[in-house]
């Protein structure tokens, strides 16, 4: 299993970005989806995931309305569509996988290593 991210950036405060995640050695139906973050000195947290099992999706309350996640089976990428961005949006953001329906740092198994996101004010 591998996970690489990208479309990692520097934007202004109110822009977007979107976020992809190109998975190999599995296929994206057979686990569970994850984008976390983790800013400086602070602990590594859910943002948005697609569970395992049905498929539901989950949002962190700070991203809700604004974060969008989704999957493309036929190139096996997971994105993360991120509007009206904030400065405490600033992270290196994580994509994962596993086979959980809980959207949880301890829930999953395999990481990528991560994309730089800066949102200036």
């Known amino acids: 299993v591998q996970l690489v991210e990208s479309g990692g950036d520097m934007v202004q405060a109110g822009g977007s970005l979107r976020l992809s995640c190109a998975a190999s050695?599995?296929?994206?139906?057979?686990?569970?989806l994850g984008w976390f973050r983790q800013a400086p000195g602070k602990e590594r947290e859910a943002v948005s995931c697609i569970s395992h099992s049905d498929r539901a999706l989950y949002y962190a309350d700070s991203v809700k309305g604004r974060f969008t996640i989704s999957s493309d089976n036929a190139k096996n990428t997971v994105y993360l569509q991120m509007n009206s961005l904030k400065p405490e949006d600033t992270a290196v953001y994580y994509c994962a996988a596993a086979e959980s329906d809980l959207c949880s740092v301890y829930e999953y198994d395999y990481w990528g290593h991560g994309t730089q996101v800066t949102v200036s004010s």
């Open positions: 050695g599995f296929t994206l139906d057979d686990y569970g």
